[in-house]
C-alpha cells in the first residue's frame, strides 16, 4: 500500500494545511510561498500518476485517495483565490470548476456501481483542463504582478471553457446509462 505514488498523494494532502498556514501569514512573501507549495502539490500529483503507470504501482487506496486529494486542494485553493479577488469574474469560474469536480465525481462513482465506469475514465482532455486550471490558480495565488494576474486570469478562462466541455464528454459518454428508464 505504501508505495511511492501513495506516498507522494499522501504528502499532497499534508501540503493541504500547510499551504493555507503560509497562505494567511502576515507579509508580502506569503503569496509567493503559497504559491510554490501549490505548485509543488500539482508537481506531485503528476509524478504520482507517472510512477503508477510507469512501474503499475496502482492500489485501490491510490485509486480512492488520488483524487480525493485533487478536489481537496483545488477546492481550498480556489477558495483561498475566490476571497482574495472578491469579484464575479473570478468566483463564477472558480465556482463551475468545484461543480464540475462534484458532477464528474459522482458521475465515475454511480457509472462504477452500474460497472460502467470505463465510459467515463480520465480523458486528455481532462489532463489539460488540470493542467490549465492548476497554472492558473498558482498565477492568482502568487499576485506577482498585473502580467501574472492577467496571465492567470486568462488561463483560468481556458480551464473554465475546458471545465465545461470536458463535463459534457463525460456527460455524453454516459448519457445511454443516465437516460435508461428503470
Partial sequence: MWNI???LTSFRILLIPVFLGIYYLPGSDANFWAAFVFALAA????LDGYIARKFNQFTKFGAFLDPVADKVMVAASLIVVVETYATWWISV???AIVSR?????????????IGSQAKVQVSNLGKIKTTAQMVAIGGLI???NTFVIVTATILLYVAFVLTLWSMWEYLRAAWSDL????
Fill in 101 to 113: 469536480e462534484l458532477v464528474v465525481s459522482a458521475l465515475r462513482e454511480w457509472m462504477a456501481q
Fill in 43 to 46: 508537481v506531485t500529483d503528476g
Fill in 179 to 182: 437516460s435508461q428508464v428503470d
Fill in 93 to 95: 469560474p472558480a465556482l
Fill in 142 to 144: 502568487w499576485e506577482a
Fill in 5 to 7: 505514488p501513495n506516498l
